[in-house]
T-cell receptor
């Protein structure tokens, strides 16, 4: 099956700093990637849809300036948490869609996630 | 507010018991997927169902898609400790939007 690599798997940072998380599709092209946030023992909440070569689409309540998304190539999307604060501490997961255009099956392959801890 | 409601939220059973997890919505899905997630890892796809009324089996797991494509169920026969994890349903709306259910935390005791 398709493989999605997410890096780093764990990051600790000081309050006020920015953190970049990378999501790569290793063996397929992903025109669309998705970023999720997950709190302990809860489900995944869709934050934004990352579109290659265009602006990301953010879900209601997600701050665009806080969570910067860049999808510069068909295999890489990045999420930058700017001026991170302790309340941004969470588990962030990316996914890539296959086939790229979606469709009825619209299978999503997930990265292993990034645990962010802001001190 | 969750678009997809899963029940139960938590389930703790003994090894060998059967269980069913439900995923319900008031909206129609283009398709629906079930995932299993271990702590600290991303979700792993178990199955995709597309056609209303569809039934798929994966060893001891049976997945059913409702006729109206608004609900789904996951049945596990003779649960084992290795089945422990967070089970998530995820619905695809309008062939594009993809939302997860609220999750079911399953614990199978030996």
């Amino acid at each position: 099956g398709a493989v999605v690599s997410q890096h780093p798997s764990w990051v600790i940072c000081k309050s006020g700093t920015s953190v970049k998380i990378e999501c790569r599709s290793l063996d397929f092209q992903a025109t669309t990637m998705f970023w999720y946030r997950q709190f302990p023992k809860q489900s995944l909440m869709l934050m934004a849809t990352s579109n290659e070569g265009s602006k990301a689409t953010y879900e209601q309540g997600v701050e665009k300036d806080k969570f910067l998304i860049n999808h510069a190539s068909l295999t890489l999307s990045t999420l930058t948490v700017t001026s991170a604060h302790p309340e941004d501490s969470s588990f962030y997961i990316c996914s890539a869609r296959d086939p790229p255009g979606g469709g009825a099956k619209n299978i999503q392959y997930f990265g292993a996630g990034t645990r962010l801890s802001v001190l | 507010t969750q678009l997809l409601e899963q029940s139960p939220q938590f389930l703790s059973i003994q090894e060998g018991e059967n269980l069913t997890v439900y995923c319900n919505s008031s909206s129609v899905f283009s398709s629906l997927q079930w995932y299993r997630q271990e702590p600290g890892e991303g979700p792993v796809l178990l199955v995709t169902v597309v056609t209303g009324g569809e039934v798929k089996k994966l060893k001891r797991l049976t997945f059913q898609f409702g006729d109206a494509r608004k609900d789904s169920s996951l049945h596990i026969t003779a649960a084992q400790p290795g089945d422990t994890g967070l089970y998530l349903c995820a619905g695809v709306y309008n062939f594009n939007k993809f939302y997860f259910g609220s999750g079911t935390k399953l614990n199978v005791k030996p």
